[in-house]
Structure formats: C-alpha cells, structure tokens
C-alpha cells in the first residue's frame, strides 16, 4: 500500500468529534420539501415494495414493471428481498424515503438487490437527498444514532472483473463465510444465506466488461443498515460486487451500519464524496481485486465502548483466500479524512484495529489523507 503526504489531527479534534456518537439522530421532518415532496414525511401514505413485485419466496420478489418509479408522494416499506432483474430497471426519485422492515432472523434482513444485467437511478440532490432506513425510524431525531442493523441494506451487482476462481474462493457454501465463490468469475454477496443466482454478482470471466454501467447512486443516505448472518459473512449498507466504472456512486451517506459501510469485491466502479458516520465495523472494505479510484471520503468511527467490532477506517484485500490471484486489488485514493475511536481491544474476526489494514496481497494509492485516533 502505498501512502503519501499522510498527517496526523490533534487528538483533541477527534475527542470532540466522538462526542457526536452520544447524540440521537437528526430531525428531517421535511425531507424533500424544496423539491414539492408532501411534508411532513409522516404524511406520506405507506407502500409495501412487494406489492409492485412478483412472488419468488414467502421473502422475496422481483419487481414486475420494466421501469419502476418510486416518487416522494409516498413512503415506501421495504418489507421483503427485492430484485432489479436482468434488462429491468428502477428510478427513484429526489426526497424519496425507502424504510427497512426489521425481522428476528438475520437470514430474513431485507435488502434491495440490483441484479447482473439490472440498473438503478437513484439521483437525489443535495437538498433533497433519497433516503434508505429502518421502518422504526420516524425522522424526527429520536431514532438513535447506535442503532445498528435494523435491516440489511443495498447491493449492487454487475460484470466487471474480478479475481475469483472455484478453485481458490469456493465452493460457496450456505452458512459460511470467505469462500463466496460459485463459479470462475462469480460469488455470492455475504450475509446471503442463498445459493438463488440473484444473490449473485459477476459473470465468467471471457465476459467481465470493466465499463459495465449499473446506474446512478447520488445524493443517497443509507441508515441503520447491516446484517451479520455469520461472523465474517455479513450485509453491508452498500455492496457492490464487479460493479463497473460506467456506474456513478457519488454523494453517499452511511450512518451507523452493523457492518461495512460500503464493501467492493472487484470491479473499478469510482466512488467520490462519501461520508460514514458511526459504523459498527470497518467504512470502506475492498476485496477480489477492486480497482477503481476514491476521492473525498470522511469517516468517524462510532464510541468504542457501545461495539466491540468497531476496529478498521479501511480493510483491504486482494483476495480472503491469500492465493496470490489477479488482479490484485489496487484502488487510488485521494483526501480521506479517518478519524477513530481509540478501541484497544481486538476482537475474534479481525487482525487490526487501523486506520488503514492493508493485508492478504492487496495493492493501491493513499495520498493527501488525515488518519487520527486509532492505536496503530
């Protein structure tokens, strides 16, 4: 990993800043009202997602229409596993508030899945951003910023390359964690206990398309996310698995996820202004030979003493299995700003508590960034 022009802020800086996570949310009661959204958001009448899909299980569904639109004149109830099918497509339009039902079984979280093939359209603005969270949380500020893994989160797949091979990364097995691996080329999104190919992200190799365009995060929040099926086999609030650099991720907020904040197996989509406020593990996590660019990115790690999984800013990978495959993992990174939670006390599935853990073969370019308040 190579790393330039890196400093250090005063610890004075980040004890303030910490000082945040002891905070409830925020109220945004009028969500979307610049761009003619009905306020207040409670006013909204509610829509069951699975209502505009088709019944694949009694957890869910593909949505029928080949352009679903969901506008900001309701609030809509993720209430199943929701697929974006090959060749279909979904917009979401500015102000537009998604909610994540909540079940007992973590293999029951629910997730939004654009599928191989599938796009989504998600472009808010920065007055009137999309929002992702749990159905319990009202907007009005009393939703507690450590609430953690209320449901599962977003995933995005598509057809850039990657470094999997059965050999190596599989073969996946339902209830496991690490080898995710399906088939040359292709794995299986962790925290899915499935071996449904629409839980599914890569094609062979003679088909990866680095180019390949999923659609448009922008101006988007996703909150209280994430989804531990088992140690080491999570939900993250966003997963994007060989995501192509034809795909625009920009403006992206994470807040207080039970897992990664945004996870990369392959792919070289560019990710550019994101924020990752109070996340329950590591923010940023790149895996199976990621190698696309970063710019603008700002963590602040939650209080170490409400989760003893907090440990990374970033983890990076080449490859889970260290089998030397390529293409390693080489993001390039530019003004990051990680600041930490001094935790000192490592736990069961990590091998650091860093700003930066670069490990298992991984390449790439950190410059211009601020690391502070961790203890190596």
Not at 53 to 76: F, H, M, Q, R, Y
Request: aromatic share 6%; proline share 3%; with cysteine.
């Amino acid at each position: 990993m190579k790393m330039k022009k890196t400093k250090t802020m005063s610890k004075v800086l980040a004890t303030i800043a910490m000082a945040l996570t002891t905070v409830t949310g925020f109220a945004q009661t009028n969500l979307g009202a610049e761009c003619g959204c009905p306020s207040p958001v409670s006013s909204r009448p509610t829509v069951l997602l699975s209502t505009l899909a088709t019944n694949g299980g009694a957890g869910d569904g593909e949505l029928i229409a080949s352009n679903v639109i969901l506008d900001c004149s309701k609030t809509w109830i993720l209430d199943k596993k929701i697929y974006v099918a090959p060749g279909k497509s979904l917009t979401i339009m500015p102000g537009t508030v998604i909610k994540g039902r909540s079940y007992p079984l973590a293999a029951d979280a629910v997730a939004l899945t654009v599928e191989v093939g599938g796009k989504i359209f998600a472009s808010g603005s920065e007055t009137c951003q999309i929002v992702f969270t749990a159905e319990a949380d009202n907007l009005d500020g009393t939703f507690p910023v450590t609430t953690v893994g209320s449901w599962g989160g977003i995933c995005i797949a598509g057809k850039a390359s990657n470094n999997l091979t059965l050999a190596a990364n599989g073969p996946f097995v339902v209830g496991t964690a690490g080898k995710i691996c399906v088939a040359d080329g292709i794995g299986t999104f962790e925290g899915f206990n499935s071996t449904n190919s629409k839980d599914q992200f890569g094609v062979t190799p003679a088909s990866f398309d680095d180019n390949d365009n999923s659609g448009i995060l922008k101006y988007v929040s996703i909150r209280h996310a994430g989804a531990v099926l088992v140690l080491g086999g999570e939900l993250n609030a966003l997963s994007l698995g060989s995501v192509g650099r034809g795909t625009t991720i920009e403006h992206i907020e994470i807040v207080s996820c039970a897992d990664d904040g945004i996870e990369l197996w392959g792919g070289t989509v560019n990710i550019k202004y994101c924020s990752f406020l109070f996340g329950n593990d590591d923010n940023l996590d790149w895996d199976c030979g990621w190698r696309g660019n970063a710019q603008f990115l700002f963590v602040l790690k939650n209080d170490a003493a409400g989760s003893v999984d907090s440990d990374n800013g970033f983890e990076a990978d080449a490859d889970d299995q260290k089998s030397n495959l390529l293409p390693r993992s080489h993001p390039v990174i530019y003004n990051a700003t990680i600041i930490g939670n001094s935790k000192t006390v490592l736990t069961v599935d990590n091998s650091a508590i860093a700003g930066i853990n670069a490990k298992e073969l991984t390449e790439g370019e950190i410059y211009n960034s601020v690391i502070a308040n961790f203890i190596r």
